[in-house]
């Protein structure tokens, strides 16, 4: 099977020459980023380092491919329990990305945006991201959906918090719930729900990952780690969910 696609030959082509199942909304477990060090005789953070560069590139990537989402999966609720010296260096790397990148991705029409609990993030964290967010909202490119003290099971119980009181206070008869009412109290209630969700480093789990958005999600793992992904495996994976028949439980 031959596809043509527009972001190999990094020009500009016909619309229709586009293959008309692209992914609109990828996800990304991006892992590995320590082990890489690890091979290398490096400290775990050179590995996270190089992991923010590649970020980058798949940014682009994925713009060029017609992608509307990318969400990627850049700090876990779980994340707090690693050295603190790591932790520190993580939160970092939002201001360091955006010191760097932010020009490109206004350039590139990229609009950034978040889930996750970002109030427990350190306020320089949280200042790059607010102003990340500000400089790019009106972009109507990709949107580069950062997931930030990120957990889905957090994240779930807070929707049924939240739909609870609604009941309570009888905004909400329990009778009238249903799937898109619940999705509605997710972070993620004004996104397409993840097309194709990758993962590198070889490990086959879901890591408390968006678990109710990716309920018909096709899924593409790797044994790269993150630090060596790059593009055309990007593109790999957009081709082998091209040849995917996505049934949502029909035949
Ligand atoms: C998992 O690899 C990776 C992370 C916990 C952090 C991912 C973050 C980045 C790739 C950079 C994010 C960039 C921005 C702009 C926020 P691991 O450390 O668990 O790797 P290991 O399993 O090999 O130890």
Redesign the pocket.
């Given at each position: 099977m031959s596809i043509r696609w527009p972001f190999l030959k990094r020009k500009k082509k016909s619309i229709t020459e586009i293959p008309d199942n692209i992914p609109n909304h990828v996800a990304i477990?991006?892992?590995?980023?320590?082990?890489?060090?690890?091979q290398r005789g490096l400290p775990?953070i050179a590995?996270?380092k190089e992991?923010?560069d590649?970020?980058r590139d798949i940014v682009i990537a994925a713009t060029e491919a017609g992608v509307k989402v990318l969400t990627?999966?850049?700090?876990?609720t779980e994340?707090w329990r690693?050295p603190k010296s790591?932790v520190d260096f993580?939160m970092k790397?939002?201001k360091?990305?955006?010191h760097i990148y932010l020009p490109e991705m206004i350039e590139k029409n990229v609009k950034i945006e978040t889930i996750g609990e970002l109030t427990q993030l350190p306020d320089h964290t949280l200042k790059a991201i607010v102003h990340a967010k500000e400089k790019t909202k009106s972009n109507d490119g990709l949107i580069l959906n950062?997931a930030?003290n990120y957990g889905s099971r957090h994240e779930i119980v807070e929707a049924v918090k939240a739909i609870s009181t609604q009941v309570n206070q009888g905004n909400l008869e329990i009778e009238n719930i249903d799937e898109d009412i619940f999705s509605s109290y997710l972070y993620t209630k004004n996104m397409c729900e993840p097309d194709l969700l990758i993962r590198t480093?070889g490990?086959i789990r879901l890591s408390n990952f968006l678990l109710w958005q990716l309920a018909y999600t096709e899924l593409w793992f790797t044994d790269v780690?993150?630090?060596d992904f790059n593009e055309e495996l990007f593109k790999k994976a957009l081709v082998d969910y091209h040849t995917r028949k996505r049934r949502y439980g029909g035949i």
């Open positions: 477990i991006m892992d590995g980023n320590g082990r890489w060090a690890k775990r590995g996270h992991g923010m590649v970020v990627l999966y850049a700090f876990s994340n690693r790591e993580l790397l939002p360091e990305f955006m950062f930030l480093s490990e780690l993150w630090p």
